[in-house]
Structure formats: structure tokens, C-alpha cells
T-cell receptor, first 118, second 111 residues
């Protein structure tokens, strides 16, 4: 499977500040990455699909102006939570699809970033 | 109706037992199916893909019933290290689509 890293692994910030989370595909070039969010005792929810060189595609209910996604290279996607508030506190996880295209499209996840907004 | 439904458990089983998880999905157009494992406060890790004919990987067997929109996972000879949350996951489209996750079934293997 793919090797994916995320940075930072955890962050605590004050309400109103912006936080940038990086997702890197370490062993292959990913034209598409995905961002998910997981609240305690809930399932992972897809937030957006990050496309290299073009605008991200956001899921219904996810504010694109609040969650800024930049996918400027084939190995890096960033998610910026702007003007963070306590309700944004969550576990943010990125993923990449399997390097070899297949009908199954397995995804491999980064270690996640735990965001706490005070 | 939730898109992917699982019994949340917890399932408490003794070491060495066989345990089965079930999952149903609502989108009949779904094309790819997976079981992921998630440990506490960690990211999900792919356990196995689920193929139409059913497939086995060591102690793990997955089955898919498209007509009933039902997926199962069987774990034989359970180990303490199998304790985790098992996520039923569906990809509803071809190409680069995000995954839809169930809430997970929590498994606790007791010595």
C-alpha cells in the first residue's frame, strides 16, 4: 500500500486562528487525495476530494471558504482550517488511492491530525 | 436510512473464538467494498478488499451479497491483537471517489 504522512500529528489552537495541515504521499505521485474528518465515536466523513492542479471538490455541507484545500504538487495536499472554532475540533485524516489503478480503488490513510480548538 | 450500517457492538469474545461482523449498504450502485481496521485514536488501515466471489486472507474471510446489499467479515481463531474497531467501507462510484464508512464494530478479545 501507499505510504502517507501528515503534519502536524496534533495541534491545539485558540478560537479564531487558522491551522494548516499537510498531507504527503511519500512513495508515489497522487493526482487525487481525499480529506476526511472524524468526530468522537462517529464514522469518518468525507470532506473533500483534492485534485492536483485544480480546485477541490467539496461534499455537501462542507464550507469551501472555511476549509481551504491546495494540491499544488503530486505529493502534497494541504488543508487549512480558517478561523477555527471549538466545533471544528476533530480528527482530520487524508488518504491517497492505490498506485495501480484498479476497479477497487483501495485508499491508504495518513496517521491523522488531531485538532483541538480552545 | 444510513448509507452503511453496522452493529456497533462491542463484541466481547474469548481468545481463539470465531467472530462474525455484518454490514449493509444502501446504494445499489456501489462498486467496491472493503473492511478497514481502526485502533483507538489511529487512522484506518486496510484489512481486505471484498470481492464478489468472496475472499480469504489467513484467518479473515470476507463475503459480499450484492442482491441483499450485505457484506460480512469472519475472523477465525481470534487473537488479542485483533481487538479494534472494524469499519465496513463502500466506494459508490468508479474512478476517484471518496469512501463511505460505517460507524464501525468494536471488537474486544478477552484472554
Amino acid at each position: 500500500g501507499a505510504v502517507v504522512s501528515q503534519h502536524p500529528s496534533w495541534v491545539i489552537c485558540k478560537s479564531g486562528t487558522s491551522v494548516k495541515i499537510e498531507c504527503r504521499s511519500l512513495d508515489f505521485q497522487a493526482t487525487t487525495m481525499f480529506w476526511y474528518r472524524q468526530f468522537p465515536k462517529q464514522s469518518l466523513m468525507l470532506m473533500a476530494t483534492s485534485n492536483e492542479g485544480s480546485k477541490a471538490t467539496y461534499e455537501q455541507g462542507v464550507e469551501k471558504d472555511k476549509f481551504l484545500i491546495n494540491h499544488a504538487s503530486l505529493t502534497l495536499s494541504t488543508l487549512t482550517v480558517t478561523s477555527a472554532h471549538p466545533e471544528d475540533s476533530s480528527f482530520y485524516i487524508c488518504s491517497v488511492q492505490a498506485a495501480v489503478p484498479s476497479s477497487y480503488n483501495e485508499q491508504f490513510f495518513g496517521p491523522g491530525t488531531r485538532l483541538t480548538v480552545l | 436510512r444510513k448509507e452503511v450500517e453496522q452493529d456497533p457492538g462491542p463484541f466481547n469474545v474469548p481468545e481463539g473464538a470465531t467472530v462474525a461482523f455484518n454490514c449493509t449498504y444502501s446504494n445499489s450502485a456501489s462498486q467496491s467494498f472493503f473492511w478497514y481496521r481502526q485502533d483507538c485514536r489511529k487512522e484506518p488501515k486496510l484489512l481486505m478488499s471484498v470481492y464478489s466471489s468472496g475472499n480469504e486472507d489467513g484467518r479473515f474471510t470476507a463475503q459480499l451479497n450484492r442482491a441483499s446489499q450485505y457484506i460480512s467479515l469472519l475472523i477465525r481463531d481470534s487473537k488479542l491483537s485483533d481487538s479494534a474497531t472494524y469499519l465496513c467501507v463502500v466506494n459508490s462510484g468508479g474512478g476517484a471517489d471518496g469512501l463511505t464508512f460505517g460507524k464501525g464494530t468494536h471488537l474486544i478479545i478477552q484472554p
